[in-house]
């Protein structure tokens, strides 16, 4: 039987991936970029940083959902490859820190998400597999891997790429596929629930929560 999005409603930990999922890297990026070197042109100083921190937003939906999640109670993670210094500076930029529980990078752990990555946090985080969801906008770099240590995946497919995709023979369960960020917070919608794809088949760390310096 395919999932249903209303099953989110019993997981009590909820981890994201950044880039691409809760905000766009490239697109703050290019603007930062235009506002350091239109200063220029008119003579004025801008420090990249501040352009950049100006340039983030979140998607949309995203603060609200974090919002939504931390008012239900629920645990929130994110999961990311990006150094941890950098990334903790975003997510404080995007203003997610009040609604982020744990933050956890690669590069403190050593590990990649398609190499145990997602095994890591469970454990040192002591999630239980069955309580956890990962939201991803890659399917073999942010869903596969999560759903190799038995965490329910939910592809984040925003320009609707993987209507079609299927993936192995698999094991018979779905991986499930929203186009906004909106679609999980709204547990009491299964209609708008798409279910697409069916799957087939370190360096020590301490968790902590995630703190503002």
Known sequence: MATKLHALKTKTWFGFDLDDTIHNPRSASSAASLAVFGGIYEGRDIPVKTALAAALTPKP???????????????????TEGPRDAQKWTVEQLGLAPCVDVLVASNEVGLAKDAGLFGEVLERCGIRKEDMVSVGDRLEGDVVPAKAVGVLGVLFDERDEYRDVRVGEGNGEDVLRVNSLTEIGDWRLEIGCKIVIRMGSPKPFTASRYSLP
Request: hydrophobic share 45%.
């Open 61 to 79: 939906g995203a603060l609200e959902l974090f919002k939504q999640l931390k008012a239900r109670g629920k645990n929130t993670v994110v999961v």
